[in-house]
């Protein structure tokens, strides 16, 4: 991990960071590097774009930690929205959707949501699985900071009940992911494996760039050997490289598997990838509530800062 990534990610949960940070127009060069746009027509024409290209898609309807019923309702009328657009336009055989389950009312407090947190997700998730195959494609479940992973695997269970097609995430990062992958290795079960992205504490993370690299590639092991559909979320190119040979080594057709990456990032590699004729997808996200989500893509890469900060003075 980088010398600046675990400051920078503190420093995002200011107030105040947020407040300034949140003024810059979604135009500004930095933002708009990481998220197309604010609305579902932008999303969908982003889209459009990339699948013209040959590349896979999965939109984010940005939002995380929300704290009110109404928005968590909100997200999910937007998730509709997008899903219906995705039909109509002829789009959704190639664009799937990803949920972060904190957006859709993890976190909220019984008082705040009748039943408590779980099960309004839960309800909610369903509901987005449900508008999901109707369009004719599938939802994968984003997996947030630890405190909400055996939540997030539990949803994922009673979902894969009804909606077997489900995608989870799993981090790298965590010391409990070997084990997960081994459990989610089954038949069908599409697991997209990521180093990960959030601030994690020793007793629960590996900390140094090498471990969470190794544990990656033990998992990756774990995924290709196993029965089920892996998802290479990575954008590191040896650890591409590395996903690519022992996808052969353990006789895996391209197709079974697909590599994903972010948006906006190496995207000549995307291409590259899709045109030696593997499946990419593209991480694609947009909405108003991008801050969460542009502070951990510059808690990655310190390189960024320098022209956020240009960013930021001149607030275009
Ligand atoms: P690493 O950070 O080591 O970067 C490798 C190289 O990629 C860099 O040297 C640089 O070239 C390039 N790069 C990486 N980040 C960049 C940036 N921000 N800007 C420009 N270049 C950059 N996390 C999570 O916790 N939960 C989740 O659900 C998901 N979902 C998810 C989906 C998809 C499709 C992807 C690709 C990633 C996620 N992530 C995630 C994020 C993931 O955990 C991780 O934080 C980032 O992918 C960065 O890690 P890399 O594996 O790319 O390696």
């Keep these: 991990m980088s010398l600046l990534r675990q400051p920078l990610l503190l420093l995002s949960r200011s107030a105040q960071v947020k407040r300034l940070v949140s003024t810059m127009p979604i135009s500004s060069g930095v933002v708009r590097s990481y998220v197309p746009g604010e609305s579902t027509q932008t999303a969908v024409d982003a889209t459009a774009r990339l699948v013209a290209d040959g590349l896979g898609v999965t939109l984010d309807f940005l939002g995380e930690d929300t704290v009110a019923l109404e928005q968590a309702e909100a997200t ?180 079974t598997y697909e590599f994903q990456m972010l948006y906006g990032i190496r995207p000549d590699e995307q291409r590259r990838l899709a045109s030696s004729g593997e499946s990419v997808r593209v991480y694609l996200p947009y909405g108003a509530d991008w801050y969460g989500y542009l502070m951990r893509r510059l808690a990655e890469r310190p390189a960024n800062l320098t022209f956020f900060a240009k960013s930021l003075i001149s607030k275009k």
């Design 76 to 255: 999910v009328a937007a998730y509709a929205d997008l899903l219906g657009e995705l039909a109509s336009r002829g789009l959704s055989r190639h664009a799937e959707v990803s949920v972060k389950l904190t957006a859709i009312g993890l976190a909220l407090p019984h008082d705040v949501a009748p039943g408590g947190g779980f099960k309004t997700a839960l309800e909610h998730a369903r509901t987005i699985c449900r508008a999901a195959r109707n369009a004719g494609t599938t939802v994968t479940v984003d997996m947030e900071d630890h405190t909400t992973t055996d939540a997030t695997l539990a949803i994922l269970r009673e979902l894969r009940k009804d909606f077997p097609e489900t995608g989870a995430v799993l981090q790298s990062y965590l010391h409990r992911t070997e084990a997960d992958c081994r459990a989610l290795a089954y038949e069908g079960s599409r697991v997209r494996l990521c180093k990960g992205a959030y601030n994690e504490p020793e007793h629960v993370a590996f900390q140094s760039r090498d471990e969470v690299d190794r544990a990656y590639v033990r998992c990756l092991k774990v995924l290709l050997a196993g029965q089920g559909y892996p998802m290479i979320a990575t954008h590191d190119p040896r650890l591409v490289a590395i996903a690519s040979s022992l996808a052969s080594r353990y006789g895996r057709a391209q197709g």
